[in-house]
C-alpha cells in the first residue's frame, strides 16, 4: 500500500526559504501525476501544485506562482517543493496526494 513521508518543514521568516520533500513507499510514483495540498488552521485543504509523471507538466496555484518550485526525482520515488519568498499566509501543513492517497504533511510556519 502506497504510503507518503513529507519532510523538510520548520519555521521560517518572512522572505526565507524552505525545501520539502514527500517520498513513497509500497508504490511506485514514476507513472503518475502527484501533487502538493495544503491546509491552514480553520481553512479547507487548498492545492498547491502539480507534477506530470514524468516532469515536464507543472501547474501551481496562483498564489505560489513564481515563488514555488515542484520537482520529482523518480530514481528516488520522491516529490519536493523548493519555496522561496514565503509569506505568513504560506503558513500550513503541506501535504502530498496521489488520487486517494495523502501524506500525513509537515507543518510550515512563516512568522518573524
Known amino acids: 500500500q502506497l504510503q507518503f513521508v513529507e519532510s523538510g518543514g520548520g519555521v521560517v521568516q518572512p522572505g526565507g526559504s524552505l525545501r520539502l520533500s514527500c517520498t513513497a513507499s509500497?508504490?511506485?510514483?514514476?507513472?503518475?501525476?502527484i501533487g502538493w495540498f495544503r491546509q491552514a488552521p480553520g481553512k479547507e485543504r487548498e492545492f498547491v501544485a502539480f507534477?506530470?509523471?514524468?516532469?515536464?507538466?507543472?501547474k501551481y496555484a496562483d498564489s505560489v506562482k513564481g515563488r514555488f518550485t515542484i520537482s520529482r526525482d523518480n530514481a528516488k520515488n520522491t516529490m519536493y517543493l523548493q519555496m522561496n519568498s514565503l509569506k505568513p499566509e504560506d503558513t500550513a501543513v503541506y501535504l502530498c496526494?496521489?488520487?486517494?492517497?495523502w501524506g500525513q504533511g509537515t507543518q510550515v510556519t512563516v512568522s518573524s
Open positions: 496526494n496521489l488520487a486517494i492517497y
Open positions: 509500497g508504490f511506485t510514483l514514476d507513472h503518475y501525476t
Open positions: 507534477i506530470s509523471s514524468n516532469g515536464g507538466v507543472t
